[in-house]
């Protein structure tokens, strides 16, 4: 990762404010009480709020702290970097807890506006290969497809579902996205090659209800990245095939 880490602590300093701040829209703290004297005990979801409100601070400090490390440490430092590696890493993860964590018990009420489709995905496909360089491949297509939805929601939808892809694939595998007007809906498509245990997994997340999601890696994940779909009235599925090929759908109202 070395030298692909911003080489200037003011610019790493925005960044981070920048994190912080895009963050409190969905941690801002509240009230732990409720407004119902007969109700003694706080929410879960505000629980969470809370946490997430307490925990930004000090991963948004430590990522900080990693791209300091990253600008003095010397390249031929090898094993340092590795552990640095590990932090950035670690710290990205924690974050992407904390966002399912918020999104399952009490995401914000969708604001839907326009999406245009291909700039949503190629500005996150771009996030994820800055942290990850996976080989995604973003399909053409000569109709752009114009989305009725929470941005937002959206790309948080969007992020988790590569994400989730991110631990499941075959490492070296294509990650292949598409979208497309199909029947009145847009539909996004993203499909890769995994093993049979992982397709297993996902196939159990999707039979799932909410009240019963098993406890496994990417549950929360998931079933956070359900609930934000449905709530902006889209609808997701996963499909296998042959050869450990397994595929999200995506349908959202297609912007008229």
Not at 51 to 76: N, W
Not at 100 to 115: E, I, K, L, W
């Amino acid at each position: 990762m070395g030298n692909t880490i911003f080489k200037n602590s003011s610019l790493a300093q925005s960044v981070s404010l920048a994190i912080l701040e895009s963050s409190r829209m969905l941690s801002a703290p509240e009230s732990f009480r409720s407004n119902n004297p007969e109700t003694a005990e706080p929410s879960a979801a505000q629980v969470v709020r809370h946490l997430a409100h307490e925990l930004r601070q000090p991963l948004s400090t430590l990522e900080s702290l990693a791209f300091y490390l990253d600008i003095v440490l010397p390249e031929a430092d090898e094993r340092c970097r590795e552990q640095l590696v590990k932090i950035q890493t670690l710290v990205r993860q924690a974050n992407e807890i904390v966002d399912d964590a918020v999104y399952f018990t009490q995401a914000s009420t969708p604001n839907p506006t326009t999406v245009a489709l291909s700039e949503l995905i190629s500005r996150k496909v771009a996030d994820c290969n800055f942290c990850d360089e996976l080989n995604i491949q973003v399909e053409e297509n000569l109709e752009e497809c114009i989305v009725w939805a929470d941005p937002i929601h959206l790309g948080y939808a969007f992020a988790a579902a590569l994400g989730i892809f991110r631990r499941i694939v075959f490492s070296g595998s294509n990650i292949t996205i598409h979208s497309r007007k199909r029947e009145g809906k847009a539909e996004l498509r993203i499909s890769s090659f995994a093993s049979s245990a992982q397709v297993e997994k996902l196939r159990q997340l999707a039979e799932s209800s909410e009240e019963q999601f098993p406890v496994m890696e990417g549950a929360l994940s998931f079933a956070s990245m359900y609930r934000v779909v449905q709530a902006n009235e889209g609808d997701l599925k996963i499909h296998s095939g042959p050869d450990h090929h397994v595929a999200f759908h995506f349908l959202f109202p297609a912007a008229c």
